[in-house]
T-cell receptor
């Protein structure tokens, strides 16, 4: 069964450092999403990416965050200067089919720990 | 998107049916009911969705009341691996910039006991 893959599985960084989280989606669907989940809290939408542009972003997705599709298949989420409160699981997701935008396949997540 | 209400937790014996309720009394005509689950430390997993008819797939069944104000997710023969947080999400399948933006609530923690 195809899978969404995310790397690294766990990233530990110092406050103020830049981190890049990577994701390989399950399909060439035009939509792509990033979510995060702080430990013990609910999954929160960060940003949607459509046809190589940001479609919608939440208030969490401030100027410290950016999302790119550097080589046409992989997606990255960059946090320029990490803060302690950025510690969370970060999930990427993309729709299963071209018809079902709300049926999304999530990756296993990257656990980001900011010290 | 319409607000949903789910019980915070439920228990179920292994092999029995797990019936997870969801209230969505403010659902509008073009909004679908989606169910996802999240097994501990994993990414959310899509289960099933429906508009007004009952739906069944290899994972579960979805029963939506005639007035569409509530629904029930049924896992017909729960196993220990079904222990997870189950989320009921209501949203439109119409286009627009919010396409696919899933808003997760607190969900229902289902614990399946041996």
């Amino acid at each position: 069964e195809p899978e969404v893959t995310q790397t690294p599985s766990h990233q530990v960084t110092q406050m103020g450092q830049e981190v890049i989280l990577r994701c390989v989606p399950i399909s060439n669907h035009l939509y792509f999403y990033w979510y995060r989940q702080i430990l013990g809290q609910k999954v929160e939408f960060l940003v949607s990416f459509y046809n190589n542009e940001i479609s919608e972003k939440s208030e969490i997705f401030d100027d410290q965050f950016s999302v790119e599709r550097p080589d046409g298949s992989n997606f990255t989420l960059k946090i320029r200067s990490t803060k302690l409160e950025d510690s969370a699981m970060y999930f990427c997701a993309n729709p299963l089919t071209r018809l079902g935008y709300n049926e999304q396949f999530f990756g296993p997540g990257t656990r980001l720990t900011v010290l | 998107d319409a607000k949903t209400t789910q019980p915070p937790s439920m228990d179920c014996a292994e092999g029995r049916a797990a019936n997870l309720p969801c209230n969505h009394s403010t659902i509008s005509g073009n909004e679908y009911v989606y169910w996802y689950r999240q097994i501990h430390s994993q990414g959310p997993q899509y289960i099933i969705h429906g508009l007004k008819n009952n739906e069944t797939n290899e994972m579960a069944s979805l029963i939506i009341t005639e007035d569409r104000k509530s629904s029930t997710l049924i896992l017909p023969h729960a196993t220990l691996r079904d222990t997870a947080v189950y989320y009921c999400i209501v949203l439109s399948n119409a286009g627009g910039t919010s396409y696919g933006k899933l808003t997760f609530g607190q969900g229902t923690i289902l614990t399946v006991h041996p």
